[in-house]
């Protein structure tokens, strides 16, 4: 083989390499075998907030205030002192509660424990973890370098950077599970779940709140229903209520590989803020394209052995240093 | 005899001084930086992680670094042994521009003092493209330092070292090659992890890492270009437009090769729409693609090639073109989702001003005082 065949071979397989189209692209991760979640009803949520504080009390967060209002939370959005929040969704006069004219709905943000977690999948140091059994997507400061590409990786942006603090960290919600919380781990549920009144947030198994939020569109707008509170698999309590004009959609069931943390609402979710996503998860097709390039290092190893032999011989052709 | 030589001009001008104050003005608050945290300089958020320090000292700065590399490639694997003279001074500006991704890197981490994690086997996360570039631009930069080592050499007249090096240096070189290949495809693999956030006009998936290969390669024959130009300007040398239209020529074939798939992925995927759309993603794409296919029009020509003025303008256009392709990608475009903006602050610009101003300092002070130029008896031989 001359060199030119050599160029013209190599150069052929890593364009073809570097575009690299689904042969090896992974398909999504499928969801952990015992995943742990909640269930967000839009609908039930009344807006108190005590998920915020519940989930502050938990995690040791400062309450973020605004202006002279002690009374609540404050909180607009994630931040690094709240990993938890209930935003407000109005349209127009608004007047009626889950109208999508004229009206508000609550909705809630937290960390959604992805089935297939961008987060986990680029950050560099495996400081992010999904937990092998329960899903939960847990973060380690010890091993974070703070370079913050979890963000960028995060479809929802989640992972909150501390930039005020020079000794800073990321803040996300750990599912109450982290080191020194372990709620889930000693049979509890998260603060939030506890403290909702209505039920709005729902602990358990992904299995059964998926179940239980397909229930719910099945039913009758306007029938009553006894919600449950607490842990979906043994209830605190139930309520009943009317039921409402649920969107036929489980956000999370499918979303970019799915969530372990899904929400049912009356409004369509675009209009609640959540981002545009299809059911591949985009970390599936960069690991993709990472893995045909680096699989086993073989392709740099023969493209360097390749490089070498060029090298040499036209660094002996010219007699010449650098 | 050596075919480089220092320019052995005096090293404090004016110029110099005044890179000096914008360089402690840089420092100053890179210092508030590091005592008060990251919120004191940057308008970063918790939509906009990545502000210039990612997007310009290491997305653009190591693509604007990326002249020893094309050199390299042209040089020892295309064996197109004139162009030669002109690699010392592409690779100092190499090993300076990736020492400023090395310094962002760093000074852009929030927790720095664990930076050793990236480096430590059981930590790495072999899924993570950000492993893979971090890793990657660390060993280049000492890929570099060793590939610049005979210059130094050379000036302290270590002959034995030299020869010893110039032995193993084709293995050095090589790596030199294979490298930067790596890291800046994956610069673009990172965007796709980013999804949805990417605007659907630089949102092109499996593409990303051949584009932003390409334009690396592009904007480093085109710093090249830039650098002969200008240093044959500013330092009064005899111009090297006989080697440097050849570069032209090259350019030409990359930003055609370039432009094809980007247009090609836009209509394939149904996105024109998109760039005719009347908003400032499409006033952008506009923008970028026009600082494309100016180069590639005005070196297409002979004429263009071998006029010294245009040349530096082909050049300067490309080196904008590629540097708002990455801007656009990474920032401009960049659309986290309602509640988030971002536009630099002014002691973050200043940072990265100031460090930039640094990398001057020291490129002006090494060619002075170094064999890194090329004799201009040499640079002015047509076919040397």
Same mark, same amino acid.
């Given at each position: 083989m001359n060199r030119r065949d050599f160029l013209r071979a190599s150069l052929g397989s890593a364009a073809a390499a570097l575009t690299s189209s689904g042969a090896s692209a992974r398909p999504n991760l499928t969801p952990a075998p015992e995943a742990i979640g909640m269930l967000f009803d839009s609908t039930l949520c009344v807006g108190c907030k005590a998920c915020v504080s519940a989930c502050k009390a938990v995690n040791g967060l400062p309450p973020t205030l605004l202006g002279?209002?002690?009374?609540?939370?404050?909180?607009?959005d994630l931040s690094h002192e709240t990993y938890n929040v209930i935003k407000v969704y109005t349209n127009g006069k608004p007047v009626a509660k889950d109208s999508e004219t004229d009206g508000f709905a609550f909705e809630k943000r937290s960390c959604m424990h992805c089935v297939d977690p961008g987060c986990v999948s680029v950050c560099p140091v495996t400081a992010l973890v999904r937990h092998p059994l329960t899903g939960i997507v847990t973060y380690d400061k010890d091993a974070c370098i703070g370079c913050r590409t979890c963000m960028t990786g995060c479809p929802y942006n989640v992972p909150q950077f501390d930039y005020d603090n020079p000794w800073g960290m990321l803040h996300k919600c750990q599912m109450c599970n982290q080191k020194g919380v372990e709620r889930i781990d000693k049979g509890g549920m998260t603060g939030c779940a506890e403290a909702c009144p209505t039920g709005a947030t729902l602990f358990g198994s992904r299995t059964a709140l998926l179940e239980e939020a397909k229930r719910r569109m099945q039913l009758r707008p306007g029938e009553i229903y006894n919600y449950p509170r607490g842990d979906v698999r043994q209830p605190s309590s139930h309520h009943e209520k009317a039921v409402p004009h649920y969107q036929h959609h489980v956000w999370g069931e499918k979303e970019a590989g799915g969530t372990n943390v899904m929400h049912i609402s009356s409004i369509p979710f675009d209009k609640l803020g959540m981002p545009p996503l299809g059911e591949r998860s985009h970390v599936s097709i960069s690991e993709g394209v990472q893995h045909t390039l680096y699989s086993y290092m073989a392709l740099p190893a023969v493209v360097l052995g390749g490089l070498t032999w060029l090298v040499k011989r036209n660094t002996d052709d010219e007699g010449d240093d650098v | 005899m050596s075919h480089y030589q220092p320019l052995g001009r005096r090293v404090v001008t004016l110029p110099f001084v005044f890179l000096g104050v914008i360089a402690l003005i840089g420092l100053y608050f890179l210092a508030e930086r590091f005592i008060n945290g990251m919120g004191a300089v940057t308008n970063l958020n918790g939509g906009f992680p990545w502000g210039i320090w990612v997007v310009y000292d290491i997305v653009v700065g190591t693509a604007l670094a990326c002249g020893g590399y094309a050199l390299a490639v042209t040089v020892y694997v295309f064996n197109k042994g004139k162009y030669h003279p002109l690699i010392r001074p592409a690779l100092l500006a190499s090993l300076l521009g990736y020492g400023l991704g090395g310094v962002g890197a760093i000074i852009d981490m929030g927790r720095w003092w664990q930076f050793y994690n990236l480096f430590l086997p059981w930590q790495m996360n072999f899924n993570s493209v950000m492993l893979e570039v971090g890793l990657c631009v660390s060993a280049y930069i000492v890929v570099l330092m060793i590939e610049f080592l005979p210059t130094v050499l050379e000036k302290f007249k270590a002959e034995a070292l030299l020869k010893k090096l110039n032995k193993v240096l084709f293995v050095v070189i090589a790596l030199g090659v294979l490298l930067p290949t790596m890291h800046q495809s994956s610069l673009g693999t990172m965007l796709i992890a980013m999804g949805w956030k990417v605007h659907p006009l630089w949102q092109t998936l499996h593409l990303q890492p051949l584009l932003a290969v390409l334009t690396a390669f592009t904007m480093g024959f085109s710093i090249v270009v830039f650098e002969g130009s200008l240093s044959s300007v500013g330092f009064r040398r005899k111009p090297e437009t006989h080697l440097l239209s050849g570069l032209g020529r090259i350019i030409v074939g990359l930003i055609a090769t370039y432009l094809v798939i980007r247009f090609g992925e836009i209509l394939v995927r149904g996105k024109l729409g998109l760039v005719f759309a009347g908003d400032l993603a499409s006033l952008m794409f506009l923008i970028e693609t026009a600082l494309f296919v100016y180069p590639l029009v005005v070196l297409m020509s002979p004429r263009g090639r071998g006029n010294a003025r245009s040349l530096l303008f082909a050049a300067v256009s490309m080196l904008l073109a590629g540097t708002l392709y990455r801007f656009n990608a990474?920032?401009?475009?960049?659309? +986290?989702? +309602?509640?988030y903006s971002y536009f630099p602050a002014l002691p973050e610009i200043m940072v990265t001003v100031g460090l930039v101003a640094i990398e001057i300092m020291v490129f002006l002070f090494v060619v002075k005082t170094f064999p890194v130029m090329p004799r201009e008896d040499h640079a002015a031989a047509p076919n040397a």
């Amino acid at each position: 083989m001359n060199r030119r065949d050599f160029l013209r071979a190599s150069l052929g397989s890593a364009a073809a390499a570097l575009t690299s189209s689904g042969a090896s692209a992974r398909p999504n991760l499928t969801p952990a075998p015992e995943a742990i979640g909640m269930l967000f009803d839009s609908t039930l949520c009344v807006g108190c907030k005590a998920c915020v504080s519940a989930c502050k009390a938990v995690n040791g967060l400062p309450p973020t205030l605004l202006g002279d209002d002690v009374q609540y939370d404050s909180a607009r959005d994630l931040s690094h002192e709240t990993y938890n929040v209930i935003k407000v969704y109005t349209n127009g006069k608004p007047v009626a509660k889950d109208s999508e004219t004229d009206g508000f709905a609550f909705e809630k943000r937290s960390c959604m424990h992805c089935v297939d977690p961008g987060c986990v999948s680029v950050c560099p140091v495996t400081a992010l973890v999904r937990h092998p059994l329960t899903g939960i997507v847990t973060y380690d400061k010890d091993a974070c370098i703070g370079c913050r590409t979890c963000m960028t990786g995060c479809p929802y942006n989640v992972p909150q950077f501390d930039y005020d603090n020079p000794w800073g960290m990321l803040h996300k919600c750990q599912m109450c599970n982290q080191k020194g919380v372990e709620r889930i781990d000693k049979g509890g549920m998260t603060g939030c779940a506890e403290a909702c009144p209505t039920g709005a947030t729902l602990f358990g198994s992904r299995t059964a709140l998926l179940e239980e939020a397909k229930r719910r569109m099945q039913l009758r707008p306007g029938e009553i229903y006894n919600y449950p509170r607490g842990d979906v698999r043994q209830p605190s309590s139930h309520h009943e209520k009317a039921v409402p004009h649920y969107q036929h959609h489980v956000w999370g069931e499918k979303e970019a590989g799915g969530t372990n943390v899904m929400h049912i609402s009356s409004i369509p979710f675009d209009k609640l803020g959540m981002p545009p996503l299809g059911e591949r998860s985009h970390v599936s097709i960069s690991e993709g394209v990472q893995h045909t390039l680096y699989s086993y290092m073989a392709l740099p190893a023969v493209v360097l052995g390749g490089l070498t032999w060029l090298v040499k011989r036209n660094t002996d052709d010219e007699g010449d240093d650098v | 005899m050596s075919h480089y030589q220092p320019l052995g001009r005096r090293v404090v001008t004016l110029p110099f001084v005044f890179l000096g104050v914008i360089a402690l003005i840089g420092l100053y608050f890179l210092a508030e930086r590091f005592i008060n945290g990251m919120g004191a300089v940057t308008n970063l958020n918790g939509g906009f992680p990545w502000g210039i320090w990612v997007v310009y000292d290491i997305v653009v700065g190591t693509a604007l670094a990326c002249g020893g590399y094309a050199l390299a490639v042209t040089v020892y694997v295309f064996n197109k042994g004139k162009y030669h003279p002109l690699i010392r001074p592409a690779l100092l500006a190499s090993l300076l521009g990736y020492g400023l991704g090395g310094v962002g890197a760093i000074i852009d981490m929030g927790r720095w003092w664990q930076f050793y994690n990236l480096f430590l086997p059981w930590q790495m996360n072999f899924n993570s493209v950000m492993l893979e570039v971090g890793l990657c631009v660390s060993a280049y930069i000492v890929v570099l330092m060793i590939e610049f080592l005979p210059t130094v050499l050379e000036k302290f007249k270590a002959e034995a070292l030299l020869k010893k090096l110039n032995k193993v240096l084709f293995v050095v070189i090589a790596l030199g090659v294979l490298l930067p290949t790596m890291h800046q495809s994956s610069l673009g693999t990172m965007l796709i992890a980013m999804g949805w956030k990417v605007h659907p006009l630089w949102q092109t998936l499996h593409l990303q890492p051949l584009l932003a290969v390409l334009t690396a390669f592009t904007m480093g024959f085109s710093i090249v270009v830039f650098e002969g130009s200008l240093s044959s300007v500013g330092f009064r040398r005899k111009p090297e437009t006989h080697l440097l239209s050849g570069l032209g020529r090259i350019i030409v074939g990359l930003i055609a090769t370039y432009l094809v798939i980007r247009f090609g992925e836009i209509l394939v995927r149904g996105k024109l729409g998109l760039v005719f759309a009347g908003d400032l993603a499409s006033l952008m794409f506009l923008i970028e693609t026009a600082l494309f296919v100016y180069p590639l029009v005005v070196l297409m020509s002979p004429r263009g090639r071998g006029n010294a003025r245009s040349l530096l303008f082909a050049a300067v256009s490309m080196l904008l073109a590629g540097t708002l392709y990455r801007f656009n990608a990474f920032l401009i475009t960049l659309d +986290p989702g +309602p509640g988030y903006s971002y536009f630099p602050a002014l002691p973050e610009i200043m940072v990265t001003v100031g460090l930039v101003a640094i990398e001057i300092m020291v490129f002006l002070f090494v060619v002075k005082t170094f064999p890194v130029m090329p004799r201009e008896d040499h640079a002015a031989a047509p076919n040397a």
